[in-house]
């Protein structure tokens, strides 16, 4: 099976500063990963390069089978396969249901298939009884359960996650957790997640990724955190504190 | 204080008693400024939109002008259609200065820059999380594009209600390019100027009462069909 994913040589350029500059990368279907590194080391650049939502400056990049083109009709067949949480996520004006309702709408699905699907994803993150209430008025919590309800609308075969869950409590943190995992495991979703959370990184991925000022110095599974080769990964992952890349 | 409190009580018995003046007044002043913020609404929303969005050449200058515009005095929108609209302008030919279309235009003239200017302005507040919500939600770039506009609705609608405030209080261009002929081209406004000035206090209140109330019921039917999205308690708390 061709990977989810591969990028070859991939770099993006702000001014005279390279922020990103990866080798090779290749994400394989239905695994949990998650990039990890210092502020600064690109960790969201790649996410939103992987994302479509940002053009690298060189580089070759394979999406789901397709090489990346650019080109608007690719960018939409690839986007509706693709679902992104980001760590404030934006929630429209308007209600819940409207909010979970857009994907769908969008892509022209009728009113009571809408209604179906939304009351679907609504009972799975446990939120039935916010279905008419203001998207603004919900608690952080609240708000990232009901962005990853909205992500699951639409069925994603990738889900990417840019801080889920910073700056919200720890009840809300293990719901949010346990949402990824059955995601990726019931659905067979690949999660690629951004995470500064070591611990949530531990309990989540299959795989991890190490970024260090633009590049990836290293990959692995769970046993990176003990046998980490780099040693700026080994002190990244005990928890040292290392500086800003920025 | 005793002249306004009987003109205000005089004005409350010409609305009554529905006056035939006072309604055909009433009813040339809304059609005048609705039509022409209609007009407006409908060429400046798109086109703040557009300039907020989009890579335009000289966009900076385009809406310092549209700024500058905002603020054009009313005789000067007036004396503009006015030396279009006369018989040696280059419209003359089709007659319509000193008609209800004349003052349509100048008030017009008026609302644009203001929807447009505002508008822009909206939409420039909104952050890139929307177009990236959007997409990333499988939007086409029209319906992401549309997405924005939709969030900016609260400073849309700030813009038209902004700009209806402009056209019903408008006086001087109207007057310019309509001539307050009776039966013709005479407003609330210029009709205000008119009795006023010939003494007839009452029948002056009693328009500018039902001029505000106007402005209060459009402005309020404005925010009604978004009231979801306007909220009185302010999320901000000072303590």
Redesign the interface.
Same mark, same amino acid.
Do not use: C, E, H, I
């Given at each position: 099976m061709t990977a989810a994913f591969t990028l070859s040589d991939v770099n993006k350029v702000y001014g005279s500063r390279e922020v990103l500059n990866v080798r090779h990368l290749e994400v394989h279907h239905n695994y949990c990963y998650t990039i990890l590194g210092p502020n600064g080391s690109g960790k969201t650049t790649l996410l939103r390069i992987m994302?479509l939502?940002l053009v690298n400056d060189g580089g070759k990049i394979n999406v789901l089978g397709e090489k990346i083109t650019w080109e608007?009709s690719q960018?939409?067949r690839l986007?509706?396969q693709?679902?992104?949480v980001?760590q404030s @996520?934006?929630m429209?004006?308007? @209600?819940v249901y409207y909010n979970l309702a857009?994907?769908l709408k =969008?892509?022209g699905n009728s009113g009571t298939c809408i209604n179906q699907k939304v009351d679907e994803v609504l009972e799975i993150v446990g939120m039935s009884e916010f279905k008419q209430a203001?998207a603004h008025s919900l608690s952080g919590g609240e708000r990232q359960k009901i962005a990853i309800a909205?992500?699951l609308t =639409?069925k994603p075969r990738v889900l990417?996650l840019d801080e889920p869950t910073t700056n919200i409590d720890n009840k809300s943190i293990i719901e949010i957790e346990k949402h990824i995992k059955e995601i990726n495991t019931t659905f067979k979703t690949t999660i690629i997640m951004v995470t500064h959370n070591l611990f949530q990184a531990r309990r989540l991925s299959d795989k991890l990724i190490m970024m260090w000022d633009g590049k990836i110095i290293e990959e692995g599974g769970p046993a990176l955190f003990e046998e980490a080769r780099d040693a700026r990964t080994r002190a990244f992952l005990s928890g040292q504190l290392v500086p800003t890349m920025i | 204080m005793d002249v306004i409190w009987q003109g205000v009580k005089e004005g409350f018995f010409l609305i009554l008693s529905l006056d035939q003046e006072l309604v055909s007044i009433t009813v040339l002043s809304l059609q005048v400024s609705l039509t022409a913020l209609f007009i407006a609404a409908f060429l400046g929303i798109p086109v703040g939109a557009a300039l907020a969005l989009k890579k335009i050449p000289g966009k900076k200058m385009i809406l310092n002008i549209i700024y500058t515009f905002m603020g054009l005095p009313p005789v000067l929108a007036g004396l503009l259609v006015y030396l279009f609209l006369s018989s040696r302008g280059p419209l003359g030919e089709y007659q319509l200065l000193f008609t209800p279309t004349a003052m349509i235009i100048a008030q017009f003239l008026l609302a644009l820059p203001i929807v447009a200017g505002l508008s822009a302005r909206a939409v420039m507040t909104q952050r890139q999380e929307v177009y990236d919500t959007a997409v990333t939600l499988g939007a086409t770039r029209r319906q992401a594009v549309w997405a924005i506009i939709r969030e900016s609705r609260l400073g849309i609608i700030a813009a038209i209600t902004t700009a209806l405030g402009r056209v019903m209080a408008e006086v001087g261009a109207v007057m310019m390019v309509g001539g307050n002929i009776k039966g013709k081209t005479r407003v609330m406004t210029t009709s205000i100027v008119l009795e006023t000035r010939m003494g007839n206090d009452s029948t002056a209140i009693a328009i500018g009462i039902i001029l505000l109330s106007i402005s209060f019921l459009i402005t309020f039917f404005i925010i009604a069909l978004e009231k979801r999205s306007f909220k009185d308690d302010s999320s901000i708390h000072i303590v």
């Open positions: 994302g939502l608007k960018l939409l986007r509706r693709m679902a992104m980001t @996520s934006y429209f004006l308007g @209600s857009y994907g =969008v892509r203001d909205r992500a =639409v990417f | -």
